[in-house]
């Protein structure tokens, strides 16, 4: 029977370890993939799929990549959601005795990449771990690139949801509870392009979570950590540590401290209301140009990037905090010279956290180190100028601010300004740092001169013109003599090597030299690679004080960015209240205003409050500027609560403890829902998880059904929302329906408000502008020809509207706001011609009979045949109707 051979049976031994990767395995210059594992590898990267002996009768599939090409195809794989174990040698294939050893050193996946090329600068890289026991959901995640380690726990799914989407993770691991729960794990991998797994039971055991994290920030107990409360957290904070630990093999020191937080420490916004806000990514094309995050952000550094983002995701609710920051931005304002100063020594900045995860897990080379060091060379000016800045928080920043002098003279003393990349071939350690390695680097450079003299020597000696002293990898050093000198080679030259025209020799005061130079060479690169990384090793051992640093660097940063917009696109510092008001003036919309041309956006007043003015009815046409109008109101909330300052000439805005928006007809086709099931399971979780601080904009309720329906449903929900007993949220309800109009002064707290529409003659003018009172008429016509809808159409379109008048529905609406809807009129037909919209719609009483009698009477022969399929299909919206009804 074939056998295996020895490697392939040490191949197979090591991919059984690791059946969920893809393996890596290091051959000499390459890694190499075989098997499935070839395939797909051959496949994804786009490389040559061949075939290796293995032993067996048919060849294995085989692949592979040159390893110095490593970083660029791991990331290609782990981007695609594959994860991918390193197989490396462990031992020197030169001292090996038969087979060299292989280990997996490595597990990289696309929750814990670290590789600058795979990840996104502004955009943190997080694994999260879920777990479910008990009704709770325990929430950790870690971005090892940067160190961010936080827990929480929540305990409903939609809370969950939340979560996810708010830091949306690019990998999640989970208990098989969760894994099974139903959640639609599906829809969530093709969201976030994470992959999803379940881990073995062994992660999730209590005691060993809480041993780890014991063990990892070395202490006693976890209360110290914060972590008394989170006992479902707990465990999955200690899952994600344990699965870091499995993947990278490496010190996970710069995880240096784990942040509990409650999701009722920050404003609570719901994934579809971030979605439809746009604050990080547009809700088509998910760009970041065209979201509230790209008009706030002019951050200069990754970090203060990435803190910003999170700034915009989790706007504050408590006053202090957001006059902390508002305050820091208002002194920037205020000495806009050192702002300009501190944007410059922030510019030159690289990624300090980043950077010290490479430097933590041994991968930095010594150009990071450089880099590391020029960014430490501006800590100490940002520092200076802080200094002269009184508001509490840049006084707490400037104190946190650690210039870390000791480590730039460090890296200043012991590294070249321009290193190689590479750690192993020498050419890293300045001159004066170490004297074992000036010896060396003297000896090595002293054998060249050597040469140099023999080299004259001989070529004087011999009379050979052009002999030639030169080096190669393999033959070391070598006189070379072309064939026209053959002759006058003397007898102690040894030969080394024939060339068709030339000849290498060697001889004894060469291989002395050759001795020298290459011992000292050797022993200077393995000494020089010794220092650099004591050096590193030093530099991590500062990785708290690096950190803090780091993250004060980023506050200024988020701080400076939030001041230079507020001053560049003319903002407030919105006053803040704890009474329920939002009281703005001339409002504007802050990224619609940056897309227009200058000063083409109309600015509007906003008032709500807890009382007479909790719920504002928009009507308008189409296209009027409803649902811009009401996410600018939205928008100019959360800035105010992230402590930014606001687009408008006012603005005093009352703490809201949640957003929701429901905003147009949001098509969510990948989950499969049709839009009117979206719009209602919206509808119910802001129903039910809205209280009377929360701040609700509705934009066409009700539109995704009949109009009967619709109507119906979005009047019960403003009676709903308004009702103080029942729920009381200040709210902005943009509608179609001006039935709805009624609502004012029958119900308390609710008001028209429209937007403003100038005719001429049979056109309208869009004024932008907000009124008191509802709009009469919905201009849907018009609207329709300035889309160039054809001319015709439109004539058509206008007969039409003569004829079906909603005078009647408004009418009966009417008589319900003065009524209630307990009562129901009967109206009864007088004519069949008069069928109209009418009776399709609200409340229609009409019965089985009616219908049948009026079809008895119809005219058919004086019917065109779209009046007739027309009358038909009326008929069957009336019945359906009224059998929904009964
Ligand atoms: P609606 O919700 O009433 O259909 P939108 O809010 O979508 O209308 O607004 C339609 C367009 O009108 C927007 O794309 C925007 O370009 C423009 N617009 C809206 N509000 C304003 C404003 N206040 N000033 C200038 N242009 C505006």
Not at 266 to 284: A, C, G, H, K, Y
Not at 351 to 359: A, K, T, V
Request: charged share 30%.
């Amino acid at each position: 029977m074939a056998q295996l051979s020895p490697m392939m049976t040490q191949y197979l031994e090591t991919k059984k370890q690791y059946p969920d990767c893809i393996l890596f395995y290091r051959l000499g210059d390459f890694y190499e993939m075989f098997f499935e594992d070839a395939l797909t590898a051959s496949r994804e990267l786009e490389i040559t799929l061949t075939g290796k002996d293995c032993g067996l009768e048919e060849r294995a599939p085989m692949c592979g990549v040159p390893y110095h090409a490593l970083e660029g195809y791991l990331s290609k794989l782990v981007q695609k959601g594959y994860k991918v174990a390193i197989g490396e040698q462990v031992e020197d294939p030169k001292t090996a005795k038969g087979l060299v050893k292989r280990e997996v050193i490595r597990v990289v996946t696309p929750g814990t990449i670290t590789n600058s090329q795979a990840l996104e600068e502004s955009k943190n890289n997080y694994l999260m771990g879920i777990v479910y026991t008990d009704g709770i959901f325990g929430i950790s995640v870690a971005d090892v690139s940067t160190g961010d380690y936080l827990v929480t726990e929540v305990k409903s799914e939609r809370n969950l949801i939340d979560e996810i989407y708010k830091f949306s993770p690019s990998e999640i691991i989970c208990n098989e509870a969760f894994y099974m729960s139903g959640i639609d794990l599906d829809d969530l991998k093709n969201r976030l392009h994470a992959v999803i797994s379940d881990l073995d039971n062994r992660f999730f055991s209590d005691e060993f979570c809480r041993k780890l994290l014991r063990d990892h920030f070395h202490v006693e107990n976890l209360e110290g950590l914060g972590l008394s409360d989170y006992e479902t957290g707990t465990i999955a904070a200690g899952a994600v540590l344990q699965y870091l630990y499995e993947t990278q093999k490496n010190s996970l020191e710069h995880l240096t401290r784990i942040t509990p937080y409650t999701t009722g420490q920050f404003m609570m916004l719901d994934t579809s209301t971030r979605r439809n806000l746009e604050l990080i990514e547009t809700l088509r094309e998910k760009q970041k140009r065209g979201t509230l995050l790209w008009v706030l952000d002019k951050t200069k550094t990754a970090m203060g990037a990435r803190m910003l983002r999170s700034f915009v995701e989790q706007p504050l609710i408590h006053k202090e905090e957001i006059l902390k920051r508002q305050n820091a931005i208002e002194e920037l304002n205020m000495n806009y010279i050192s702002r300009e100063e501190i944007c410059e020594y922030l510019n030159p900045i690289y990624d300090l956290e980043r950077l010290l995860g490479r430097i933590s897990y041994k991968t930095a080379n010594p150009r990071d180190l450089i880099s590391f060091r020029n960014s430490l060379e501006m800590l100490p000016h940002i520092k200076h100028i802080l200094k002269e800045f009184r508001s509490e928080l840049l006084t707490e920043i400037e104190g946190q601010l650690d210039p870390l002098e000791d480590l730039k003279k460090l890296i200043d003393e012991a590294i070249i300004d321009d290193p190689p990349v590479s750690v192993r071939d020498g050419g890293i350690i300045k001159d004066g740092f170490h004297e074992e390695a000036d010896r060396l680097r003297h000896a090595k450079t002293e054998g060249k001169t050597w040469l140099a003299e023999l080299e004259q020597k001989e070529k004087e000696s011999t009379g050979i013109k052009n002999l030639k002293i030169k080096y190669n990898k393999v033959f070391g050093y070598y006189f070379e003599v072309t064939n026209s000198f053959k002759d006058l080679v003397p007898d102690y030259f040894i030969r080394k090597q024939t060339l068709t025209n030339a000849e290498r020799y060697t001889t004894d005061r060469l291989k002395e030299l050759e001795d020298v130079i290459m011992g000292a060479e050797d022993k200077l690169f393995s000494l020089e690679y010794e220092l650099f990384c004591q050096v590193r090793d030093g530099i991590a051992a500062e990785v708290k004080r690096i950190q803090e640093t780091a993250h004060a660097v980023a506050l200024t940063d988020v701080l400076t960015s939030l001041s230079v917009v507020a001053i560049r696109n003319n903002y407030v510092k919105p006053s803040i209240n704890e009474k329920g008001i939002i009281h703005i003036k001339n409002g504007r919309h802050p990224v619609v205003e940056q897309m227009m041309s200058g000063g083409m956006f109309v600015a509007n007043d906003t008032y709500l409050d807890n009382g007479k003015n909790r719920v504002s009815i928009i009507t308008g046409p189409n296209m009027a500027g409803k649902s811009t109008y009401m996410r600018q109101t939205a928008l100019i909330t959360l800035m105010a609560q992230v402590g930014s300052f606001v687009p408008a000439d006012e603005a005093d805005i009352g703490l809201c403890d949640r957003i929701f928006t429901r905003v147009g007809a949001s098509d969510d086709l990948a989950s499969g829902q049709s839009t009117f099931m979206v719009e209602m399971t919206e509808v119910a979780n802001i129903l039910r998880n809205a209280t009377r601080s929360s701040l609700l904009i509705l934009d066409e309720i009700g539109r995704g059904t009949s109009t009967f329906d619709g109507l119906s449903i979005a009047w019960a929900v403003v009676e709903y929302i308004s009702n103080t007993k029942l729920l009381g949220a200040k709210t902005l309800f943009a509608t179609h329906y001006h039935e709805l109009t009624e609502l004012e002064g029958t119900m308390s707290g609710v008001n028209n408000y429209c937007i403003a529409v100038k005719e001429q003659g049979d056109d309208i003018v869009f004024l932008r502008k907000i009124v008191k009172g509802g709009a009469d008429k919905s201009y849907g016509i018009q609207v329709a020809k300035l889309a160039g809808v054809p001319e015709l159409v439109i004539e058509r379109a206008k007969e039409l509207v003569e004829e079906l008048s909603d005078a009647d529905i408004t009418a009966r609406a009417k008589e319900i706001a003065e009524n209630g809807p307990g009562i129901v009129a009967h109206k009864k037909l007088s004519k069949p011609d008069e069928v109209d919209l009418l009776q399709m719609s609200i409340f229609d009483t009409v019965s089985e009979e009616d219908i049948i009698k009026e079809l008895m009477e119809l005219e058919i022969n004086r019917m065109s045949p779209i009046d007739a399929l027309t009358t038909l299909d009326k008929m069957q919206s009336r019945l359906r109707n009224r059998w929904v009804n009964q």
